[in-house]
Structure formats: structure tokens, C-alpha cells
């Protein structure tokens, strides 16, 4: 658990990280390098930008392939299967990040705590 | 031809020889000579004089996609930039086969435009969001898929310096 959380919670390198666009090549210019970041980003981003990311499984690829968040990503495809859109999906996604950050966290141990700061 | 400072000097000869170049650049130096009613062999001379010029800069080939098998979609990429980072970013993208070309201008921000083809949309997509958006200086991209062009041409020179070319 400790060694999925630390992947999870760290920050990627620029090329690794989540750039939204609203469609096909239009890029919002705001981007997140950490679960954390992506968490703040969902709170003011074009609901046009999650709805686009949200029905091509970009979230769910980047989060179980980048950071290494199977459960993360199976949470989010349940969105995705609903058909949840507006508001509502921003209000659920997060939700459901900002909930599974705080578990991630909570498991954390101490010693990798560290670690990261340091990274 | 004549030389002042960097600037080269085309007389109308050498323009008329560019003209059929441009129009068809297989053409033979006997073929343009003839039309124009001077020896190849001074046609020969100045297209020589303009190649070590660099006037004309190279030859090339405008293969049609469609009946090749290629279909590709082509899009109009425009990025706006840090300023510190436009040169930067611009150089850059010369750098990848899938952009076509490159400027930069300038209206209310600065920004970069660029022709870019791709597979179809899904490759277009991901290359603009896997190796254009994380360039640092990247402040936003808009992009336009081309859907129909209208018309496309090269630059033609125009017959006399400073007067437009009537249309034959």
C-alpha cells in the first residue's frame, strides 16, 4: 500500500502530465504534475474540459497508468458509465479525488512522507 | 542578375525563368529557352547563378495524399506563448515531421501558428497534447481542422519588380 501510495501522490514530469483541453487540439492551458494538483484544477476548469476528458477515459488512463491508481480509475469510470455531466460531474469528481487523496495520505508512512518532500 | 550588398537584383529574364520553373519545374533549359527565345544554354546560366544564390532554394515534389492512400487531416494549430519562449517554441516545432509550417504573429498576444497533418483526429489530438501543450512557454492552443481548402498555391513572383501579375 505504501509503495502504490507514494507512486500515486507524487509529482511527474512535465511530459507526464494531465494537460486539459476543452476538445480535439484546443489545450485550456492549465495542466496537473500530481494528484493534488489535478484535485485543485477540477474545482475551476471548463465543466466543456471534464466532460471532454471524462468520455475519452483520459482521467481513468492517466490516473491507473501514470500514477498507478486502479482504484482511483475504476471510481471514475463508474462516472463515465453514468453519463454524469455539468456540474454535477465536477461535484462528484471531486468528491471522489479529493476522498481518495485523503486515504492515500492517511496510509502514507512517514518515512516515504519524507521521501516525497524531498523529491 | 546584378548584386547590391545582400540584395540580389532580378532582371526580367531572370524572372520569366522562375515563372516557368515555378509553373513547372521538369521543364528543360531547351523547353524555357525556346518560350522565351534565348539559348539553353543561357537559361542554363542563370538558373545556376540563382541556385548559388539561393533564390531558388530547392526542387521539390507536391504528392497528392488522397490518391496515394494517405488520407491525413490537416489542422491550423495557434498557440499563444510566453513571449520570453516564442523562439524557442517556434524552433522547436520545425523539429517535427508532422508540422508543416511555422510563423509567428502578432495581434493582440503573440502567438505561433502552424499547419500540422496527422493520421485522423485521435493522433492529432495526441500529439498536440503529448509533445506541443507540455513545452514550457505553452499559454493555450486553439485548432482549427481543416475541413475543405479552397485553394492552394505557391508564391509566384510577380513578372515586373514592384507590379502585380495579370492574370493570364
Redesign the interface.
Known amino acids: 500500500m505504501v509503495v502504490s501510495s507514494s507512486r500515486t501522490l507524487r509529482s511527474v514530469l ?2 507526464e ?1 494531465f ?1 486539459f ?1 476543452t476538445s ?6 492549465q ?1 496537473a504534475a500530481s494528484l493534488d494538483e489535478f484535485l485543485q484544477k477540477i474545482k475551476d476548469i471548463d465543466i466543456k474540459s471534464l466532460e471532454f476528458h471524462l468520455f475519452r477515459e483520459d482521467f481513468e488512463k492517466w490516473i491507473s497508468q501514470t500514477l498507478g491508481d486502479n482504484q482511483l480509475a475504476q471510481e471514475i469510470k463508474i462516472l463515465r458509465t453514468q453519463k454524469v455531466v455539468g456540474n454535477a460531474l465536477r461535484d462528484r469528481l471531486y468528491f471522489i479525488v479529493s476522498r481518495r487523496l485523503k486515504e492515500l495520505k492517511s496510509t502514507f508512512a512517514p518515512k516515504e512522507r519524507a521521501q516525497l518532500s524531498v523529491l | 542578375m546584378k548584386s547590391k550588398g545582400q540584395e540580389v537584383i532580378l532582371d526580367d529574364l531572370d524572372r520569366q525563368i522562375l515563372r516557368f520553373l515555378q509553373a513547372n519545374a521538369k521543364q528543360t533549359y531547351t523547353e524555357i529557352g525556346s518560350k522565351l527565345k534565348v539559348a539553353h544554354s543561357t537559361v542554363y546560366d542563370r538558373i545556376q547563378k540563382m541556385e548559388e544564390n539561393g533564390i531558388i532554394k530547392k526542387y521539390e515534389v507536391i504528392v497528392d495524399r488522397e490518391k496515394v492512400g494517405i488520407p491525413l487531416i490537416t489542422a491550423q494549430m495557434n498557440i499563444t506563448t510566453d513571449p520570453k519562449e516564442t523562439e524557442n517554441i517556434a524552433k522547436k516545432l520545425t523539429n517535427f515531421s508532422q508540422v508543416l509550417e511555422v510563423s509567428t504573429s502578432f495581434s493582440e498576444e503573440l502567438v505561433i501558428l502552424a499547419e500540422v497533418v496527422a493520421k485522423d483526429q485521435a493522433e492529432l489530438h495526441s500529439f498536440i497534447a503529448k509533445s506541443i501543450a507540455p513545452l514550457p512557454g505553452v499559454l493555450r492552443i486553439r485548432t482549427a481542422i481543416v475541413t475543405k481548402k479552397y485553394k492552394e498555391e505557391r508564391f509566384s513572383l510577380p513578372f515586373r519588380e514592384n507590379g502585380l501579375r495579370k492574370k493570364e
Open positions: 512535465r511530459e502530465a494537460y483541453f480535439i487540439g484546443n489545450y485550456t492551458g495542466s
